[in-house]
């Protein structure tokens, strides 16, 4: 063999180890304004979930050099049409699509309204190591200097990055990687919607670049109890959300529409208006959980503080918010209606 030969071979070889390290991801769709279009780049009003996956993914060539990409549609919704059906859906579908050796991460887009509530459903649901990445946008498509295409490019360099896997279900914005349990979108408009004020964010991505700075430390994936494989619902939990002068009428009509769990927000430390309380302690006795959180947007709601849990049957959030609160509550009562195990959950997820 002489030098050309040689030469050429190792050429080859090096050409498909590189071809054959080029991992392949999947990207779900579910809408949102990331797959948004508008009027006119300088309005604010459009559609969401207007474009299709293919679309979406042709506005971002690069993307293609990082990964064979395999895109899908799961749902064309703007994310405050979010239900339990969908959720149930994505979930099964990426456990489906993980369990798979040929997969190697996950890129779901979605609605911004809602997305740190699927991030955690996932978070607390798939049953895989590799890396779950969900992104949004702020501005259309056909928005002037929209930023769903940089996030795109961003969440798959996050996913395609080794330091992802064992980070749970992150969320990445605004050129910032975000755990899914500490996420919560704090802006209606801005590009910058996204923080995690209790925790601050993971890590950055600029550019492609991504850098992890923390690790998220509440058990998550592969470690939680939850198994929603054979479910085609989920228990009904409702929000309530405290102020000054509130209601009984609330309560009872949650739980007369059948609420087997009700996230109260209350003031302060998670404390209710005496009159709601009373409601609170009458609904526990009917068999519904009551899980104190708080409207105050960080720390923790903590039990027996100005509320006599103990007396009333409640138990404390920690420092989930609401919305949060919900979806673990209802992936809670898949397992058990036992308060202390309830409790359990909220000072472990
Ligand atoms: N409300 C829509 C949604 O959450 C659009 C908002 C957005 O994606 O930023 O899907």
């Given at each position: 063999m002489n030098f050309l030969h040689k030469s050429l071979i190792t050429l080859a070889l090096i050409g498909a180890s590189s071809l054959m390290a080029k991992p392949t991801i999947a990207i779900l769709?579910?809408?949102g304004t990331i797959a948004g279009a508008g009027t006119s780049e300088i309005k604010s009003s459009y559609s969401a979930g207007a474009v299709t996956v293919d679309k979406l993914l042709a506005a971002v060539p690069a993307i293609n050099e990082l990964a064979t990409i395999k895109g899908e549609q799961i749902s064309s919704i703007g994310s405050q049409e979010m239900n339990n059906k969908v959720w149930l859906k994505l979930a099964k579908r990426v456990n489906e699509l993980l369990a798979k050796p040929e997969i190697d991460g996950i890129v779901i887009t979605h609605g911004t309204d809602t997305m740190e509530e699927t991030a955690y459903f996932l978070d607390l649901t798939v049953k895989s190591k590799k890396p779950v990445v969900l992104v949004g946008a702020m501005r259309s498509g056909t928005s002037m200097s929209a930023d769903g295409p940089m996030n795109l490019f961003n969440a798959v360099n996050v996913v395609i990055n080794k330091d992802t896997t064992g980070k749970g279900v992150v969320v990445v914005m605004n050129d910032e990687i975000h755990s899914a349990r500490e996420v919560t979108k704090v802006n209606t408009s801005s590009v910058n919607a996204f923080a995690?004020?209790?925790a601050g964010k993971i890590g950055t991505v600029y550019y492609g670049n991504v850098q992890f700075l923390m690790q998220p430390t509440r058990k998550h994936t592969?470690?939680?109890e939850f198994d929603i494989s054979k479910l085609e619902d989920l228990p009904r939990v409702d929000v309530l959300f405290a102020h000054p002068e509130d209601?009984?009428?609330?309560?009872?009509?949650?739980v007369?529409?059948?609420?087997?769990?009700i996230i109260h927000a209350g003031m302060g430390n998670g404390n209710p208006f005496p009159l709601t309380q009373d409601a609170l302690a009458e609904?526990?006795?009917k068999g519904v959980i009551v899980a104190r959180s708080s409207r105050v947007p960080t720390g923790s709601t903590t039990l027996e503080g100005e509320v006599d849990d103990k007396k009333f049957g409640f138990i404390a959030v920690d420092s989930l918010n609401a919305q949060k609160a919900r979806v673990l509550l209802m992936l809670g009562l898949t397992k058990t209606h036992d308060k202390a195990a309830l409790q359990k959950m909220f000072l472990e997820y």
């Open positions: 769709a579910t809408g995690s004020p209790n592969v470690a939680t209601t009984d009428a609330l309560v009872k009509a949650a007369a529409n059948g609420a087997k769990g609904a526990v006795k």
